[in-house]
């Protein structure tokens, strides 16, 4: 169960968002692209915080979740809440993996590895583009204008 309401943008919205998107964001967000290894904005973040989607700010992961995989990209081992990620079956490219996609808006977040840490031995692998970052004590986003849960910050 979540406080955030997870009905997805209106077409509306979803139209007013992707014209703002930079040509990267577009292709990593709609069009299920990656990011070049080790140049994410977000891989050597150390702040405390929240990692929120960069298309419609849903929660997705809390900093204390990060860990340094060594792979280039921004790794989680756990999600803000399950419900706030889908899990698709992706067999591009002739491997089948796990890709992750924001529940709410449905843009690609990278993949999930079963080589993480514990507790849950998950690799959240994803594109610091598809990303936007809120540090602790500071409000969330609220792209949609649905307002946020009462009184919530980015808070671990």
């Known amino acids: 169960m979540t406080q955030f309401d997870l009905r997805p943008p209106t077409d509306t919205q979803r139209a007013s968002i992707s014209a703002g998107l930079s040509p990267e964001e577009r292709d990593v967000l709609l069009e299920h692209g990656t990011e070049a290894a080790f140049c994410g904005v977000f891989l050597d973040n ?73 507790p849950t031995g998950e690799r959240h692998c994803l594109n610091s583009v598809s990303l936007s970052f809120t540090e602790r004590g500071v409000a969330l986003p609220d792209i949609l204008g649905r307002g946020a849960p009462e009184g919530l910050a980015a808070t671990d």
Do not use: Q
Not at 61 to 68: G, I
Not at 76 to 94: L, M
């Open 46 to 118: 150390h702040k405390d915080g929240v990692y929120c989607c960069r298309f419609c700010g849903l929660p997705l992961f809390r900093s204390a979740a990060k860990f340094d995989s060594g792979t280039g990209w921004p790794s989680f081992f756990n999600p803000f809440a399950e419900s706030h990620i889908r899990r698709i079956r992706d067999s591009s490219y002739g491997m089948t993996r796990v890709e992750e996609v924001c529940a709410r808006c449905g843009s690609h977040m990278g993949h999930v590895f079963p080589d993480g840490p514990p």
